[in-house]
């Protein structure tokens, strides 16, 4: 059995192997090919100069002998099979931001193996053999029409603070590209951060334009908090796809910190539990995997949590059964009595030095008909007398700022209260309106935009951009004690 029979050349241009007609195992295959020496590399040779490389890679029938032909050269590896590639690639946090990263990704046929590999990052390209292997989690989502997807998780434990990592996810056959992230210090070090309220709509048109123009004003951020309505329908597969799309490379190396906004609740029309459960649809649990940590609400992982990252508490308070009244009475009373416990727990024991609430609903709402009296009533008291120093949120699709805020009126800025921030990034824009306006120190209609907010132990600043490049806004806190000064950057825009 020689390596001259082994492969031949039809004369349709076929690759004919002995593979297919005794060979039973790639090793054994491996073998002879080794046994025939500088023969095998010659009569390889031969066969590469009839055939451009990807061809041969085209027409060869295992991976085996793909190495075979790309072996000892710079050709690319041969192409995959579309459905086999990764996309999708998002990380999250599931535990604490110093010693562990999440990501999740999708490919549109399931792959036998789902794994993902993490190693230090260094300049040197030949870091791959010091990476690690972790499995993968899956599962397989009917999209109808006959399409499916599969979803996959993994989670990196055991990292060092303070230190970059690539990663790279697949099956062992494909592979994304190796992305990189960074683990928080275990110390309230200074930082910097992007926040964008409501995507929804046109995203892969229009807010991707946010977006990207927000990475590239602050690539050293380290991580996105969106506050809500991240899709116009959380059940369409097709607009997390949009979502992707807009993100790009960005959404897995920057972690993102999602809390659900009305929209990615919606269930499709019709659907029998659209008034008594307030969970997120399923999409929201296959892109992120978020921390375990919230109130008692099986039915409703990752909707609220918290994350301590380098001396800031984040809390994600999923708020949508306090402002949507489309829900059972008794459907958003369980959740809001055991988010309340909750709530009061987390801000109650909190050893950080900030601590910042991100929500969808407005507590001073600030568009039409969007006023939650009772929401302001059960959160506002809890956030002032826990001293929260700021609320990001969105669903008014305009940028308002609040002066400080206690007791619903407005204290001196070295008094003790609340600042509460409203912001789109999305296309999709309203007006403002009357009621409320007398909170505002700022307001803004009719702009996409994005915010980067500093942190450090005795400073918090937030800078709203709009997306045509100009400073829309700015305040910064300064910390003393339990409460702050509040200075106002206002641009006058
Ligand atoms: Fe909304």
Redesign the pocket.
């Known amino acids: 059995m020689g390596w001259d029979t082994a492969i031949d050349i039809g004369s349709r241009g076929v690759v004919r192997t002995q593979w297919n007609e005794g060979f039973t195992s790639a090793d054994q295959y491996e073998t002879v090919a080794a046994r025939s020496g500088r023969r095998v590399e010659q009569r390889m040779n031969n066969i590469m100069s009839k055939f451009t490389r990807r061809q041969f890679a085209q027409l060869a029938p295992g991976p085996f002998l793909l190495s075979l032909a790309t072996r000892g050269s710079a050709a690319p590896p041969p192409p995959a099979a579309p459905g086999a590639i990764p996309t999708r690639i998002v990380l999250t946090w599931a535990g604490d931001p110093a010693r562990t990263q999440a990501v999740t990704w999708r490919t549109e046929t399931a792959t036998a193996s789902p794994q993902a590999q993490v190693a230090k990052f260094i300049a040197d390209p030949k870091f791959e053999p010091s990476a690690i292997t972790v499995r993968a989690t899956f599962e397989k989502d009917d999209l109808g029409d006959g399409k499916s997807a599969a979803h996959y998780a993994a989670r990196f434990q055991g990292l060092e603070p303070a230190t970059a990592y690539c990663y790279r996810v697949g099956d062992a056959q494909v592979w994304s590209e190796w992305n990189v992230f960074r683990t928080a210090s275990t110390r309230p070090e200074p930082f910097r951060f992007l926040y964008v309220g ?1 995507e ?1 709509n046109s995203i892969k048109s229009l807010w991707s334009r946010s977006i990207r123009l927000a990475y590239a004003a602050a690539p050293d951020a380290r991580f996105l908090v969106h506050a ?2 991240l899709v116009a329908d959380g059940y369409d597969d097709r607009l997390w796809g949009e979502w992707s799309d807009a993100l790009a490379f960005i959404s897995a190396t920057l972690p993102s910190i999602p809390v659900p ?3 990615d609740l919606h269930r499709p029309p019709g659907s029998p539990d659209a008034k008594t459960s307030l969970a997120a649809a399923w999409p929201w649990r296959r892109h992120f995997v978020l921390p375990s940590n919230g109130p008692d609400l099986d039915d409703m992982p990752g909707q609220s949590y918290y994350l301590d990252y380098q001396g800031v508490r984040f809390i994600a308070l999923d708020v949508n059964a306090f402002s949507e009244e489309g829900y059972e009475v008794a459907a958003r009373k369980r959740v809001t009595e055991k988010e309340l416990d909750w709530l009061t727990k987390v801000l109650s024991d909190n050893p950080n030095r900030w601590t910042i609430v991100v929500q ?2 407005g507590i001073y709402a600030i568009s039409s008909g969007r006023e939650y009296a009772a929401m302001r009533a059960s959160l506002a008291p809890l956030y002032e007398k826990h001293h929260v120093d700021m609320v990001l949120q ?2 008014d699709h305009v940028y308002a700022r609040t002066h400080k805020i206690a007791r619903d009126r407005i204290v001196d800025p070295s008094a003790p209260g609340v600042v509460y921030v409203i912001s789109v990034s999305g296309p999709k824009m309203y007006k403002t309106q009357k009621v409320n306006s007398q909170y505002m120190a700022k307001m803004i209609e009719d702009e996409q935009f994005y915010q980067i907010i500093d942190v450090s132990p005795e400073r918090l600043a937030l800078t709203a951009y709009s997306i045509d490049g100009a400073v829309a806004d700015g305040f910064e806190l300064r910390k003393n004690g339990t409460s702050s000064t509040y200075i106002d950057h206002s641009s006058g825009k």
């Open positions: 409501d929804q809500g309505d906004g009305n929209h969808h609903q969105g669903h």
